[in-house]
Nanobody, 114 residues
Framework: VQLQAFGGGLVQPGGSLRLSCAAS????????MGWYRQAPGNERELVAL???????NYANSLKGRFTISRDNAKNTVYLQMNSLKPEDTAVYYC?????????WGKGTQVTVSS
């Protein structure tokens, strides 16, 4: 099983980015997919998760600016990030729990800077 993330890059403060993460390989039952991020010197933290049933869990500080969505047919999860701030700069990691196993993608860099 592999997770491949796309969509990171450099954006100005106030801008938007959309990340996507596609899971491939021998996938039987996805329990949840979502996003974490890690800024330099910080621990990895939750951004947003979506369960197979569509329930969501967001970091409180990001509610209203970030939106997670999934395309179950494509085993893909998306993260729409709006009103980006310099403090959103981090490596964003995709995570999937499938069949009781935990998988992580390699991460995609998001830099918010003028």
């Amino acid at each position: 099983v592999q997770l491949q993330a796309f969509g990171g890059g450099l954006v100005q403060p106030g801008g938007s980015l959309r990340l996507s993460c596609a899971a491939s390989g021998s996938i039987s039952r996805i329990n949840s997919m979502g996003w974490y991020r890690q800024a330099p010197g910080n621990e990895r933290e939750l951004v947003a998760l979506m369960s197979n049933g569509g329930g969501t869990n967001y970091a409180n500080s990001l509610k209203g600016r970030f939106t997670i969505s999934r395309d179950n047919a494509k085993n893909t999860v998306y993260l729409q990030m709006n009103s980006l701030k310099p403090e959103d700069t981090a490596v964003y990691y995709c995570r999937m729990v499938e069949g009781g196993r935990n998988y992580w993608g390699k991460g995609t860099q998001v830099t918010v800077s003028s």
